[in-house]
Structures are given as C-alpha cells and as structure tokens.
C-alpha cells in the first residue's frame, strides 16, 4: 500500500506541469509557472538519529509552482540511504570478526555451523510540503530568481535494512526481522535558505540551498528483539545539511522574434 501510494506521488510530480499552459515572457516580468525537479541532498544527523546513522544521503522528486508575486509551494519524495549504522543492532546473534589489518565484518552463524556476512544500511524516504518566497537579488536575472526562504512539514520514516549474504541465518530470517530494523517514522517541520535561478531560455535552471528539519518520531514495532520489550521512546530526528537540484520549469514562452 505504502509502495502504491508513493508511486502515485511521483508519477503526479512528473506530470502535473503538463497541466500548465499560456504563452509567458520570463524576461520581462513575475510570472507564474510549475516546475519539477531531479536533485541531491546530503545531511549529517542530529539529536536521536545521530546515535543510529552517519551521513545521510536523499534522492529528491519535488515538484512545484510559483506564483507572480514569487511566492510559491512545492512538494515531492527524498528517498534516504546510508551504509553507516551506529546503534547496535542484533549483537546477541552477530559478532564483529576480523583484524584491525583486514578490517571487521559483521557476520552470524548460520544453520550449517559457518560464518555468514551481515550487512545492514539505512534506508528510508521522507514527504516534504513547502511554502516559499523568492526574493531577487541578483540584478543581471531576471524578476523570477533570487534567493529563497522555505517552510513546511515532512512525513519522514526510516529503518535498518538487514541483508544476509547467503541467506542461511534462520535467526535473521524474514519474519524476525521486524523485531531488528528499528521501523521508525513520524511528522517534523523543515526550513530551508538558498537560491533558485530560472534562465530567459530554459536551459539552465537549478537550485541550491541549505536545509534543517526537526522530526518527531517514535518506533512503530509492536517488539524489539535486542531489548525484549517495546521501544517506547519519543525521539528527536534533526538533519541539516546541503541541497542541489536541476529545475524543469513548465511554460510556454512569447515569440519575440520579429518577421519582416
């Protein structure tokens, strides 16, 4: 369900530009206009999550439109993945192996009396709505870039993805993983500094910024195998961090070519 749902939000990122049409001259003035956007982010933890993950990278769908008084709205799906996890997870059935020389791997025995390899990364997406103000300050761009303020909320869920390599670990099997993946989500607020520039011809529009978001979060696991009980905990997600995206603006420019 959750698969179908964010499936849908991106299909409706991608196409609902088309559905803005009217011929417009960016050059000259305000006007309104939707876009989409492909981008990156990159953020460092804070608060609770910094105790389970490292450096947090988000793939970013965003899509938006801008009113002529340069306000604008804007929402989409980050995707978030890590290969850092800091909090120790299933320790009772795993066991780092190996040397400082060689380096140390997570690993659990499995059914055959052999070794197995645990790998464990961060995954996870968040869905941001924005409300922002563009304000131009650059006096060779046009009236339709500048610098940006942004504030919203965020729906904002993650986990521990446990992948054992060669499947052979019953105790890692896929029923008791969800007493182990540390299935957390839960609502925050966002806010967001930096600069969005749309060109005169289309072809290059990109932004960049700088983001924070606080999250209210808690486990959603009936049972926590590590701690044998139900992780109550209300915790405080921060992240902050950089974000860059390529800007698709949706609209029909004016011929200003003059026929003779």
Same mark, same amino acid.
């Given at each position: 369900?959750?698969?179908?749902?964010?499936?849908?939000?991106?299909?409706?990122?991608?196409?609902?530009?088309?559905? !803005?049409?009217?011929?417009?001259?960016?050059?000259?003035?305000?006007?309104?206009?939707?876009?989409?956007?492909?981008?990156?982010?990159?953020?460092?933890?804070?608060?609770?999550?910094?105790?389970?993950?490292?450096?947090?990278?988000?793939?970013?769908?965003?899509?938006?439109?801008?009113?002529?008084?340069?306000?604008?709205?804007?929402?989409?799906?980050?995707?978030?993945?890590?290969?850092?996890?800091?909090?120790?997870?299933?320790?009772?059935?795993?066991?780092?192996?190996?040397?400082?020389?060689?380096?140390?791997?997570?690993?659990?025995?499995?059914?055959?009396?052999?070794?197995?390899?645990?790998?464990? @990364? +961060?995954?996870?997406?968040?869905?941001?709505?924005?409300?922002?103000?563009?304000?131009?300050?650059?006096?060779?761009?046009? +009236?339709?870039?500048?610098?940006? !303020?942004?504030?919203?909320?965020?729906?904002? +869920?993650?986990?521990?993805?446990?992948?054992?390599?060669?499947?052979?670990?019953?105790?890692?099997?896929?029923? @008791?993983?969800?007493?182990?993946?540390?299935?957390? %989500?839960?609502?925050?607020?966002?806010?967001?500094?930096?600069?969005?520039?749309?060109?005169?011809?289309?072809?290059?529009?990109?932004?960049?910024?700088?983001?924070?978001?606080? %999250?209210?979060?808690?486990?959603?696991?009936?049972?926590?195998?590590?701690?044998?009980?139900?992780?109550?905990?209300?915790?405080?997600?921060?992240?902050?961090?950089?974000?860059?995206?390529?800007?698709?603006?949706?609209?029909?420019?004016?011929?200003?070519?003059?026929?003779?």
């Amino acid at each position: 369900m959750k698969s179908t749902v964010l499936h849908c939000l991106i299909i409706g990122l991608l196409f609902l530009p088309q559905l !803005v049409s009217g011929q417009q001259n960016i050059r000259d003035s305000t006007i309104s206009f939707a876009w989409t956007s492909l981008g990156y982010i990159g953020s460092g933890p804070g608060g609770d999550l910094d105790d389970r993950y490292g450096y947090t990278s988000h793939l970013m769908i965003e899509g938006g439109y801008k009113l002529k008084s340069n306000f604008y709205f804007a929402g989409g799906v980050e995707f978030l993945f890590g290969n850092r996890i800091n909090e120790p997870v299933a320790q009772a059935i795993t066991s780092l192996n190996g040397t400082p020389e060689t380096g140390y791997i997570q690993q659990a025995i499995g059914a055959d009396g052999l070794w197995y390899d645990i790998r464990m @990364y +961060q995954r996870g997406f968040v869905i941001p709505i924005r409300l922002g103000k563009l304000i131009p300050i650059v006096k060779t761009h046009n +009236q339709n870039s500048g610098l940006f !303020v942004e504030l919203g909320s965020q729906f904002i +869920q993650h986990k521990v993805r446990i992948e054992v390599v060669g499947d052979n670990v019953p105790q890692l099997a896929n029923e @008791y993983l969800p007493g182990y993946d540390r299935l957390t %989500n839960g609502i925050g607020i966002t806010e967001a500094i930096g600069y969005r520039y749309h060109s005169n011809r289309k072809f290059i529009n990109f932004q960049i910024g700088f983001l924070l978001s606080q %999250n209210f979060t808690r486990s959603r696991r009936d049972w926590n195998y590590d701690y044998g009980r139900k992780d109550e905990t209300q915790r405080l997600d921060l992240l902050s961090g950089f974000r860059v995206g390529w800007v698709f603006p949706i609209y029909q420019s004016v011929d200003t070519r003059a026929y003779y």
